[in-house]
């Protein structure tokens, strides 16, 4: 099984990424194809420059999922939605393929500082990215990021650490 992950962020500390990769611990006995948005920077969407073609990392951007069996990620939450460096790449990759994801089976997640855990990001996308081809088998969130995980260990909740074992439990088994 093919892993294509991701973070909804283009920070170079992000959170998002380290909760990401703390993630794909549980499933190091299968490929993982871990990719950064940064590099996938590309104008700033525009239905005038569309006019000119498809810059290649959008395509690519979809050709990764394209070849994956499995999407995770975790997304940033900024002004109470997507990051910008993500939704560029989602716009412009929606533009070929509506079907950004490729009715491929999804763990998302999200995480903030904050105490709502990147709720409103997660909400939308929740709602949303299903009318883009992710099929979201489970979800997680976890609010407030540098009480609750440390860079070795991750999620040292307990509380919360439970919870993400067994989505990842769940996760695994919808997928066998
Ligand atoms: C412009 C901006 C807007 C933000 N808006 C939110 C927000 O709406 N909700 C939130 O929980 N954190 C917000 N934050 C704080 C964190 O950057 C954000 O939670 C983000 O998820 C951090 O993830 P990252 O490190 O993966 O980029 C904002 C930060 C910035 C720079």
Redesign the pocket.
């Known amino acids: 099984m093919k892993i294509f992950a991701f973070?909804g962020?283009n920070?170079s500390?992000?959170?998002?990424?380290q909760l990401v990769k703390f993630v794909l611990r549980s499933f190091n006995d299968h490929e993982i194809d871990l990719i950064d948005l940064n590099d996938y920077t590309m104008p700033v969407f525009s239905v005038d420059l569309e006019k000119n073609g498809f810059p290649q990392e959008a395509h690519r951007f979809l050709e990764h999922i394209a070849e994956s069996d499995v999407i995770i990620c975790s997304l940033?939450?900024?002004?109470?939605s997507y990051?910008v460096a993500f939704k560029n790449v989602f716009d412009w990759a929606s533009r070929i393929n509506v079907k950004v994801f490729q009715d491929k089976p999804m763990l998302l997640m999200t995480?903030?500082?904050?105490g709502?855990g990147?709720g409103?990001v997660m909400a939308e996308a929740q709602k949303f990215f299903p009318q883009f081809g992710a099929i979201i088998k489970e979800t997680f969130s976890l609010p407030k990021f540098y009480e609750n995980f440390d860079l070795n260990n991750g999620v040292i909740n307990p509380e919360y650490s439970q919870v993400l074992d067994e989505k990842i439990a769940s996760f695994k088994k919808q997928l066998a």
């Not at 500390?13 to 990424?17: A, D, R, V």
């Not at 940033?76 to 109470?80: F, G, L, P, Y």
């Not at 995480?111 to 904050?114: E, R």
């Open positions: 973070a962020s920070s500390t992000s959170i998002n990424k940033a939450e900024n002004n109470r990051s995480t903030s500082p904050g709502y990147g409103n």
